[in-house]
């Protein structure tokens, strides 16, 4: 591919879609996407689904039968999800094959409301597993505290796991701890570790949001001046904690890296370049899942910078620095990040149960 989806490709990012439904494998808009924009993946979480399933009737002839079965609303709001991600990946199989499970991959997230349970969590994640039932399916536990031994748990029974909800580098690196703890375990339980596949997905432009707020009502030049910034070196930072994760030993042999997923990376504020972080974020063994605006946006580029994750190392570390000298709480920001990450899906997945409920 020599368009700007192809160069990321080569600098060695993976391009997913941060959206899925009914409509768009029904009609062909998927393999479109697939076969004319290098899209090699998708990822899905509770708001899209709970946007895909209350508009148009795509899901009603669906919704119907389940009706007739005298499905409970999670049964049929699950019944449906899995069929679609079940689906998409029968469409991404062939890019599945061909990179030897690290892209084609399709996720589908844990009910957001049980993440303060683990043993409820680990429990949905079997469930999504087992019913999918395609070898390329991810499921999503957030990286929450109540979750957090959730995801060893699932790694450790061969479930491949993609790690969302990540904010700050302290809760990454304890991420990539616990994928080598479930990584051991599931070698020590017999599984091959080649066939277990992670990605650990850090939201960018949310972070961007909380900052830049703060930041405003600080108000000073100084302050203001940092605006649109602490999203990137975020994602730096965590990127140069990658690169040293995964030395020689660290994991079982066999074992597969985990990689580090740019999400959140459709820009919220309008003065900012639509492929902000993307061409910010360009470089190996990462994947980048975006809305499909901003993978348009990203086509629209002739070139893109090369590779941005590295050299930038004093310039990221000063951006924090900074912020802490006008005032801002950086601990204080990824703790009201990741509880509001957790409280967003929570209301759109009670807002489709509600839904649900009165189409059944």
């Known amino acids: 591919m020599t368009h700007a989806i192809g160069q990321l490709a080569d600098l060695g990012t993976s391009t997913w879609l941060d959206d899925l439904s009914r409509e768009r494998i029904s009609t062909g808009n998927l393999t479109e996407l697939i076969a004319n ?14 946007a895909a399933m209350s508009a148009g009737t795509a899901y009603d002839e669906q919704i119907a039968e389940l009706k007739k079965a005298a499905a409970t609303v999670d049964e049929a709001v699950y019944a449906m999800s899995i069929d679609d991600v079940r689906d998409a990946c029968d469409a991404f199989a062939e890019i599945y094959h061909q990179t030897h499970g690290f892209d084609g991959r399709v996720s589908i997230e844990v009910d957001p409301r049980l993440s303060a349970d683990r043993d409820a969590t680990l429990a949905q994640a079997r469930e999504l597993w087992r019913k999918v039932d395609r070898p390329n399916v991810m499921i999503k536990i957030p990286a929450t505290e109540g979750s957090m031994p959730a995801i060893a748990d699932a790694l450790a029974e061969g479930i491949s796991v993609n790690v969302t909800l990540i904010f700050s580098v302290a809760r990454y690196r304890e991420v990539l701890n616990t994928y080598k703890e479930g990584i051991r375990r599931a070698v020590d339980n017999g599984i091959d570790p080649a066939t277990i596949h992670s990605v650990a997905s850090f939201f960018v432009s949310r972070l961007d ?3 830049d707020r703060r930041l405003e009502e600080i108000g000073t030049e100084e302050a203001l ?5 602490a ?5 730096r ?5 990658f690169r040293q994760a995964f030395t ?8 597969n890296i985990q990689r580090p997923l740019w999400a959140s990376t459709g820009v919220k504020n309008p003065n900012y370049p ?6 910010e974020l360009a470089g190996p063994d990462t ?15 002739d070139e893109l910078k090369g590779e941005t994750l590295t050299g930038h190392e004093a310039e990221d570390e000063k951006v924090f620095s900074d912020l802490l000298h006008v005032g801002v709480d950086t601990e204080d920001v990824f703790a009201v990040l990741e509880q509001e990450g957790v409280d967003k899906f929570v209301t759109a997945w009670s807002e489709l149960l509600e839904s649900m409920a009165s189409q059944l």
Request: charged fraction near 15%; charge should be negative; avoid cysteine.
């Open 225 to 229: 001046a940092l605006r649109g910034k």
């Open 248 to 255: 020689e030993g660290e994991l079982p042999q066999g074992a």
């Open 274 to 279: 639509a492929t902000l972080y993307v061409t």
């Open 287 to 301: 994947v980048n899942t975006m809305p499909e605006s901003t993978i348009d946006a990203v086509l629209e580029l």
């Open 209 to 211: 949001t909380e900052v």
């Open 231 to 235: 999203g990137v070196a975020n994602a």
């Open 37 to 50: 924009k290098g899209i090699v993946g998708v990822t899905t979480n509770p708001a899209i689904f709970a």
């Open 237 to 241: 930072r965590a990127y140069a904690v």
